[in-house]
């Protein structure tokens, strides 16, 4: 009998949450009643949810249905992407003080009341202006597998790392009048950083959903997508119709010493292991 099809599920969100050890266990606990089929990793922070999901059909729909039946999450998006590699073997639910680790004070993700978001059709349109920087808010190893057409890659290694290039070019952007277009893989990172861009004066959209809605929601996405985009999962990487492809961990990371460790986790999360 053939194994079950698995996908993969990435979504987000920036809520006030109060409780996050009863959420964890009830996360975890809903694993259970599934038969422990789900995989992934969930962090939960005092902003929000961030998770991401593998398993076979059925029991990532259950999953996901049960998730919208949490109050703040009635109305999360999933993003599905597809599966050769099972992308990962254990649920492991995570607490931590905030979803993503950007090193500035005081700076938190919860919702911005200027809204920055574009929509994939919108983003087609927006990335061919003149007046507008195309800024990849990923690490530089994600850039070079793959990257929109004119991105620009600020070269950093650790998203702490991304509020120094902003800081080193925003003036320039200020005075040629730039809109600063910057896009991630699943939103989060450029949800982050848009309400601080802002309170330096800068004109920022963020693309809504990130490469993976992208992906999702224009089926011509290679048009503006060159190469793959990494995922951190078993899977390495896909394409732009949200298939895993054939690259390597060893040829992402090259012999490159900075990512050095970033090679050393992803063997440990050796496919053939589960």
């Known amino acids: 009998m053939a194994a079950p099809e698995h996908q993969h599920s990435s979504f987000y969100k920036f809520v006030r949450l109060d409780d996050t050890p009863a959420l964890a266990q009830r996360l975890r606990d809903l694993n259970q009643t599934l038969g422990n089929t789900i995989g992934g990793n969930l962090l939960l922070a005092p902003e929000g949810i961030t998770g991401a999901l593998g398993g076979p059909v059925p029991a990532l729909d259950a999953y996901e249905a049960a998730l919208r039946t949490e109050p703040p999450f009635a109305d999360l998006h999933f993003k599905r992407s597809f599966c050769t590699t099972r992308p990962f073997t254990l649920l492991k639910v995570h607490e931590k003080p905030e979803l993503v680790a950007f090193g500035l004070d005081g700076v938190t993700g919860l919702a911005d009341p200027r809204d920055t978001h574009v929509s994939p059709s919108e983003w087609r349109e927006l990335i061919r202006r003149e007046d507008v920087v195309v800024l990849d808010n990923r690490n530089h190893f994600e850039f070079t597998l793959g990257h929109f057409e004119g991105a620009v890659d600020p070269g950093v290694r650790h998203f702490r790392d991304f509020p120094a290039y902003v800081e080193a070019h925003a003036e320039t952007w200020r005075r040629e009048g730039k809109t600063v277009a910057m896009y991630c893989t699943g939103g989060i990172r450029c949800e982050k950083m848009s309400g601080w861009m802002a309170q330096r004066g800068l004109t920022v959209r963020q693309l809504d959903g990130g490469i993976l809605n992208y992906f999702e929601q224009m089926p011509d996405a290679e048009v503006d997508w060159r190469g793959e985009c990494f995922v951190f999962d078993k899977r390495i990487a896909i394409d732009t119709q949200r298939r895993e492809t054939a690259t390597t961990a060893e040829e992402v990371y090259g012999d ?16 053939s292991q589960g």
């Open 256 to 271: 490159d010493p900075a990512e050095a460790w970033r090679l050393a986790r992803a063997r440990r999360l050796d496919p």
